[in-house]
T-cell receptor, first 112, second 112 residues
Framework: AAGVIQSPRHLIKEKRETATLKCYPI?????VYWYQQGPGQDPQFLIS???????DKGSIPDRFSAQQFSDYHSELNMSSLELGDSALYFC???????????FGDGTRLSIL | RKEVEQDPGPFNVPEGATVAFNCTYSNSASQSFFWYRQDCRKEPKLLMSVYSSGNEDGRFTAQLNRASQYISLLIRDSKLSDSATYLC?????????????FGTGTRLTVIP
């Protein structure tokens, strides 16, 4: 079965650079979530979208923004990158709010 | 106080043993509950949803106690392949919100 697709799998950036992470949800899933997981930490919710509208916002820095497009894929845009942004970034999708979320493989972002 | 609390472990058990994890949540209005399994440096994978009446999937049994605000996961006849971190997740639905709050995870190692 098709799963959540994230790209790139790995990304290396320097401080103050920008990065864009992409997420393609499971077909027919209309809700997308972004999470950040630091080393030894649990996943922390950043932001979510339902039917292309932002539905909830968590601990997402102002330097980050995201959107969901007409084909339901989502992009997380990160600017003025800091060392502390180094983490695994997961995208998850669900068939509607409150439904089980299925995670992509994640993007490992390393800031040098 | 974190929304979701878990004993981080580690739990080291022999093959064939039965092991149980508990997780407490702080928001009495929480509606959806899940157990996820996460292997090192991989994405969280949905293990099972947790229903009010309790539910079982093979060797895994999940239970919800709304009065005491905790959920549990029981693993019977542990296999080596069960070694992983088990994350409980709670979906706190408030106005416009549907994100997951994760516990810090409980590390399980099944020993031959």
């Amino acid at each position: 079965a098709a799963g959540v697709i994230q790209s790139p799998r790995h990304l290396i950036k320097e401080k103050r650079e920008t990065a864009t992470l992409k997420c393609y949800p499971i077909p027919r899933h209309d809700t997308v979530y972004w999470y950040q997981q630091g080393p030894g930490q649990d996943p922390q919710f950043l932001i979510s979208f339902y039917e292309k509208m932002q539905s909830d916002k968590g601990s997402i820095p102002d330097r980050f923004s995201a959107q969901q497009f007409s084909d339901y894929h989502s992009e997380l845009n990160m600017s003025s990158l800091e060392l502390g942004d180094s983490a695994l970034y997961f995208c998850a999708s669900s068939l509607g709010p409150l439904k089980p979320q299925h995670f992509g493989d994640g993007t490992r972002l390393s800031i040098l | 106080r974190k929304e979701v609390e878990q004993d981080p472990g580690p739990f080291n058990v022999p093959e064939g043993a039965t092991v149980a994890f508990n997780c407490t949540y702080s928001n009495s209005a929480s509606q959806s509950f899940f157990w996820y399994r996460q292997d090192c440096r991989k994405e969280p994978k949905l293990l099972m949803s947790v229903y009010s009446s309790g539910n079982e999937d093979g060797r895994f049994t999940a239970q919800l106690n709304r009065a005491s605000q905790y959920i549990s996961l029981l693993i019977r006849d542990s296999k080596l392949s069960d070694s992983a971190t088990y994350l409980c997740a709670v979906n706190n639905e408030k106005a416009g919100a549907n994100n997951l709050f994760f516990g810090t995870g409980t590390r399980l190692t099944v020993i031959p």
